[in-house]
Structure formats: C-alpha cells, structure tokens
C-alpha cells in the first residue's frame, strides 16, 4: 500500500515537469527557461553561446534555406551545409544527360567553379524580439474576432515597417500560442547562393523511399552551398563581382564522434506542430484525413512505380514526384500508428475532462472557459465534413497532373475574355507560355496520369459524401455509367492538356477564339468547375471555421496553461528558429527489438543490391571501405559511422539543421525520424522518438576521399 502511495506522489512532481527531450524552445528564452535543464543535462556551453544579441553567437550560422530547409555555416567564408534533399531542386536543375550532378554528384574545386541559383535565399537572424503588447495594442475584451484580426495586422504592419526603417533587413512577426503572444524576428536575408557540392543520389538518396522515415539509415542526406555578397558584404542579387560572405559566426565541426546519452540539440527552423488539438481534431486526422490521403496516394505511387520499373526515362522524370508523395504518404502511416499506440484520443479525452471540471470551479473561470469544449464540438461537428472535402479535393481532384496544368492556363483565359485585349497581345501571352508547357511535358508521362485520374476519380465518387462532391465529378459518373477506366480513356485521348503536341499547336498561334476549345476541353471543364466547387462551398466554409478555431485553441492554450501553472509549455512549430535538446539512444520500436544508435559502412554494404535502385553502391565508396581508407575520419571503434539517432524533438522543416554537441560542436546533419516516431507532431514520445541525423565525419570522408575536395575541409575549423 505505501509502495502505492508513493508512486503515486512520484507521478504528480514527475507530470509536472516536462521530459527533457520534449520541446522546441525559443532561443531568446533559453536562458530563462532552459539553461539549467541543459546543463544538469550535459551541456558545458551557456544559454548566451547559443543565442546572444550582444555577441557573435550560435545563432549567427543558422540559416533558414530557402523556406522550408534549414541550413548551417561551416567556415569564415560562408560555406554552408545542409541535406541532400533539401538540394534536390538546385542540383536537379544543373543536371542535364551530359552533366548529370544528380547521379554522379558535384563538386566545384575552386570558387568560380561554384553554381549560382536563380531564386534560393538564405536567411539568417539579427535579433528577436516580444512584441505582444504592441501587435495587442488597442483590443480589449470586447473587440470581436474580426475586428482583432484587423487590428494585429495593421499593428505587425506598423511595427515591422518602424523596426527595419533605415536597413536592409526584413522584419517578419510571428503568432505564438494561437495568439497568446507574438514575436518579431528581424532577418538578413541573402540572395546569391551557390552550389559547391553534392555526392552522387547513391550516397545521398541511398535506401530512396524504402528507407526514407526508418531506423536503420544509411543515407548520406547531405549537400554543400556558399552564400555570396556584394563586395560591400551585404546581400545582393549574384553577380560576378560577388564575395563569399563573412559570417558573424561559423560552426566548429568535431570529430571527436559520441556515445549514448550524450547532451545534444538541434538549432533550426521546424515547420509545423498541433500539440493542442483536440481529441476531436486528432480523430478528425487519424480517421478521415490521413486514411483518405494514404489510400489515394498509395493508388498513385503503385501505378508511378510500376511504369518507373519498366522505363529509365520515366525513374529520371518521376524521382522527385515520387519522393514528395511518398514522403506524405509514409509519414502519414507511422502518425496513425503513433497516435493509436499512444492512446491519444482517449488520454486527450481525459484531459478535456479535466479541462472542462476545472474551467467550472470558479465563476470567472466559467465566464472565460465554461463553454469552450462544448464550442469546440460545435465548430469541428460542423467543419468534419468540409476537411473531409478538402482532402478529396487535394489527394484526388488536384493531385492530377493535367488538371492543375489546365488550371495553370487561365490567365490566359482571362485576358482572352476582355473585350479590351488584342489579338497581339493575347498572341504574346500565349507565346509567353510555350517554356512552361515544354518544361511541364518533359517530365510528364500520359499514361501514368490516365491511370491516376481512373483510379482517383473512381474513389473520389464512390467513397466521399455525394452531397459535397462536384457537379463535374458526378457528371463523368453518370456519362461513362460509373467505368472511370473508360473515362480516363476517353477524357484524356480528347483533351488538349495530356498531349504536348497539340498544346504546343494551339499556344504558337493563339487566337482569342481559341479560347473556346480550351473551355470545351474535357479536363479543363472538369478541372475548372471542381475548383469552382472547392473554392465556393469548401474553401469558404473553411475560412469561417478557422477564424472560429484559431480563437478557441488561443483560449484553451491559455487556460491550460492557467490549469498547470507548474508545467513548462512550449508553442508548436510555426517556422521560426528553434532549440530543441535530447541525447544520443537507442530504443525499442517492439517487443523483443532494440535499435542500436548508430549505423556504419558496413550497412552500406550489407543493403546493397545491384537490382534494387534504392540499394546500388557506389563503387568509389565501395573500394573506400575495401581498403578502410577513411582517413581521420573513422570512430575511435575503427568503423566508418553513417547515421545515427537522438532524442531531439524534430520536425519537418529541421532537415539539415545542425545537430551538436555539449561543446556547442557541430557532430551531424539532421534529415529525418523515425517510422515510429512521426506521431511527434500531435503527441511526443520520449521511449519511441527520434530524430535521425548524418554522421558530420561521414560527410568529412565523403567530401574529403571520395570527391577529392580537401579545400572545403581545409576551410572549416575541426577539433579532434
Ligand atoms: N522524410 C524526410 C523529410 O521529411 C526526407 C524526405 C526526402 N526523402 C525521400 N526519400 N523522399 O523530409
Ligand atoms: N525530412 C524532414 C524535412 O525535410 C525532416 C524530418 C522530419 O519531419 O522530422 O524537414
């Protein structure tokens, strides 16, 4: 019985504090919130090391890349690292059959040999500042919903314009806590980015979509850039005349390598978290949402990869699209899994309980919260069905190629309508549009679009609610007798937009009565009037449920955090700089299973598989590990470590985030989590989440033996 009693007690200190590992912290906090935690946890750096406004600091050599990667500087020349994938475009789009970077990767020897990037930024932060009571200013209790919104907006207008006055940096303000609190982040954004380097797909996509969200991981997710400046050393357009930019700070890299439960944390820019839904909302995802969306993705990859296997040329023009729906599609099956084995709907369930008992103990605690659980039901009750609308519409309405190249068509159309519009002018648009078109077919295969749109089309009619479908949808139902195989055949051997031929014959000498063909044309009406539908009956609704939304969970992140005064809150991701701490582990994904924390070159070799895409070696690296020539860069243990695993807190977004060490050193890229684990975004589990990073000494031997470019290393600063 005392036993009892005291494991009880335990349970209450213990759910009042947070784990460790959960979290993605604001840099300017952490010295209030989280430098102690750190440091009992192993840290030997201090809060001002990472974040500091006075000094150079950490935060001076993270780099937001592009907008949705993050990226970090290694050298006092604006080298900078991040993953492969997050590359993938930039390399894709230097590559030609003559010059394929892709597969044989890159590497520039000398600085003129680096690539320039029409369009990549990287942004790095000045400073970051509370600016709640200002964006706040002039609402009180009684303004409306409506009325608030205006006000904050013309507020961050006039505050971000005041705040970069004179300067050339960018001033971006940033909700928190669904409108609790807001942060402004004032940036340097810089705007000449080249690639210096990128090993082959073979290292950097090796294990491609068999094993992309797994444990164990082989991948060599990396790729390497350089940010440029004017000769003044501020951002400016690329141009020759260009120098690479001298940070405030550059990562010291080590090679000293670690072992389990070392400190580690992850500096970068995670996208986004829903920590506060609620067990409706988490059920709305797990139950209609991801099920819609993993059925139909999962029709369209097996039809992609059949014609993948047969065809090269198809592999070339679908890698990218494959990886982008399998990416979805993946992580959405391990969230579900997540979320059931986690119990998260029934153990939100009880804490909306708790919630509920707690917001009508008192007066005014009833007056501000008494209804919000009974309102929350309210709004999700009647917005279930428009979200479940939405996804058809995306997974299998727009997902199809030709239809969101038709829609892309309609500024045409527009200008064609105007009275005003000459035939020259509507001539010289059309022109205008002939590089989009050739660009848009070299990587489109007819056939595999037919088989989706049969497939999704059918499923779209059979499986969602009639009454929120589209006219168009029921109309191809009803004339093909429901045989969407027939459809797709008929539709897609009549239409304008699946054959690069007669696009092409209709944009070089456009007429403004063309514009009728295209009106008639069986995709284009179909495409145009279920966007019609979304926009008018989904989209709209949406819009009004959110607003509503967006100020229930303001108010119920509040009053949590009201209920547990004790506990450490942290707002959900929303794509501004993060730190997030674990330490190195290993875990148990089932019964009678445990996952080592790292992997070597030794699994390279042990998943190669010449016949499988995924699986082929590359057979430089290959003789690297023949000869186990791996220069400074092996582990203390002899073996060439690749990947490894950590607790840190992690989401989309954090690709290529710097992952380091007690020392603040930098010892890994991170690009993924685990299968297991991608339930963190709604529920983070300490016994099953982790984040997956390369090994920085595997990138040193990569850039180093394999490619022959012993310059970048010579640039960075390496203690051993
Ligand atoms: N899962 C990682 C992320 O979410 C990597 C994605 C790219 N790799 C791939 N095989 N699709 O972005
Ligand atoms: N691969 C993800 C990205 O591109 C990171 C993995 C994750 O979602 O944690 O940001």
Redesign the pocket.
């Given at each position: 019985m005392k036993k009892i009693l005291i494991s009880i007690a335990f349970l209450i200190v213990a759910q009042s504090f947070m784990r460790a590992d959960e979290g993605m912290w604001i840099p300017m906090l952490l010295k209030q919130q989280n430098e102690k935690d750190m440091r009992a946890n192993g840290m030997r750096i201090s809060a001002d090391d990472i974040y500091s406004i006075n000094n150079a600091s950490l935060k001076d050599a993270i780099v937001l890349f592009g907008r949705g990667c993050t990226g970090e500087i290694v050298s006092d020349k604006g080298l900078m690292l991040t993953?492969h994938?997050?590359g993938?475009g930039n390399i894709q789009q230097h590559s030609s059959l003559e010059f394929n970077y892709l597969e044989k990767g890159f590497w520039a020897m000398s600085l003129d040999e680096e690539l320039p990037n029409k369009g990549l930024t990287a942004t790095i932060l000045i400073r970051m500042e509370d600016v709640t009571k200002a964006v706040l200013e002039g609402i009180t209790n009684q303004t409306s919903e409506s009325e608030r919104a205006k006000i904050v907006e013309k507020n961050i207008e006039k505050i971000t314009k005041e705040a970069v006055k004179g300067t050339h940096y960018s001033a971006v303000i940033k909700p928190f806590y669904y409108g609790n609190q807001y942060f402004m982040y004032i940036n340097e954004i810089f705007k000449d980015i080249r690639l210096v380097g990128a090993p082959p797909s073979n290292i950097g996509?090796f294990?491609?979509?068999?094993?992309?969200?797994m444990w164990p991981r082989h991948?060599g997710?990396f790729s390497v850039f350089r940010i440029y400046t004017g000769p003044d050393g501020k951002p400016a357009e690329f141009s020759k005349d260009n120098i690479p930019y001298k940070p405030k700070k550059h990562l010291t890299i080590s090679t000293k390598g670690y072992k389990k439960d070392d400190f580690t944390f992850v500096f970068g820019y995670p996208g986004t978290t829903e920590q506060f839904l609620t067990s409706q909302a988490v059920a709305l995802k797990t139950v209609y949402e991801n099920p819609i969306a993993i059925q139909l993705r999962e029709e369209r990859l097996n039809i992609i990869k059949k014609h993948m296997d047969s065809d090269p040329l198809i592999r070339i023009q679908y890698a990218a699209k494959?990886?982008?729906i399998?990416?979805g599609w993946?992580?959405w099956i391990g969230e579900n899994r997540g979320i059931k084995r986690l119990n998260t709907i029934s153990e939100k369930q009880v804490l909306e309980a708790k919630f509920n008992a707690w917001a009508n103990a008192t007066p005014e605690r009833k007056a501000e919260y008494g209804n919000l659980m009974a309102d929350f039901k309210k709004v999700y009750d009647k917005a279930t069905p428009y979200y479940v609308s939405y996804k058809y519409f995306s997974e299998a309405a727009y997902s199809i190629e030709a239809v969101r190249y038709a829609l892309s068509l309609r500024s045409l159309i527009y200008l064609a309508e105007k009275k005003e519009t000459t035939e020259t002018a509507v001539k010289t648009h059309a022109q205008a549009l002939i590089d989009a078109a050739k660009s848009h077919f070299k990587g489109y295969q007819q056939v595999i679009d037919k088989e989706s749109f049969a497939v999704a089309t059918r499923i779209y009619f059979e499986n969602h609610d009639s009454q929120y479908q589209p006219q168009a949808l029921k109309d191809i139902a009803k004339k093909y007798k429901n045989n969407f195989d027939r459809a797709a055949e008929d539709i897609f051997s009549k239409s304008l937009f699946t054959s690069e031929e007669k696009m092409l014959a209709l944009l070089q000498n456009f007429k403004k009565k063309d514009v009728k063909k295209i009106k008639k044309d069986p995709i284009y009406t179909y495409a145009e009037e279920t966007i019609n539908h979304y926009r008018e009956e989904i989209y709209s609704a949406l819009m009004e449920v959110e607003e509503k939304i967006d100020h229930l969970y303001r108010l119920y992140s509040k009053g949590l955090m009201e209920m547990m005064p004790d506990k450490l809150f942290y707002p959900d991701a929303n794509m501004t700089l993060r730190v997030t701490y674990g330490k190195v582990d290993d875990y148990y994904p089932y019964d009678g299973v445990r996952y080592h924390y790292f992997t070597t070159l030794d699994g390279i070799m042990e998943k190669e598989n010449p016949d499988v895409y995924d699986y082929i070696v590359e057979p430089k690296l290959k003789e690297l590990w023949k000869a186990k020539d791996y220069g400074s860069y092996a582990d203390k243990d002899g073996s060439m470590h690749v990947v490894f695993i950590a607790s840190n807190h992690t989401t989309?977004g954090n690709?290529g985030s710097p992952v380091l060490n007690a020392d603040g050193h930098l010892i890994g890229i991170n690009?993924?989590?685990n299968w297991e684990g991608t339930m963190s975004d709604v529920q983070y589990d300490p016994d099953q989440c982790r984040n997956i990073s390369i090994d920085i000494r595997y990138c040193l031997f990569i850039i180093d033996k394999l490619a022959g470019a012993k310059h970048l290393i010579d640039e960075m600063t390496i203690v051993n």
């Open positions: 993953n994938h997050c993938y996509k294990g491609g979509d068999t094993d992309n969200w991948t997710d494959v990886a982008s399998a990416n993946k992580k989309g690709s690009f993924d989590r």
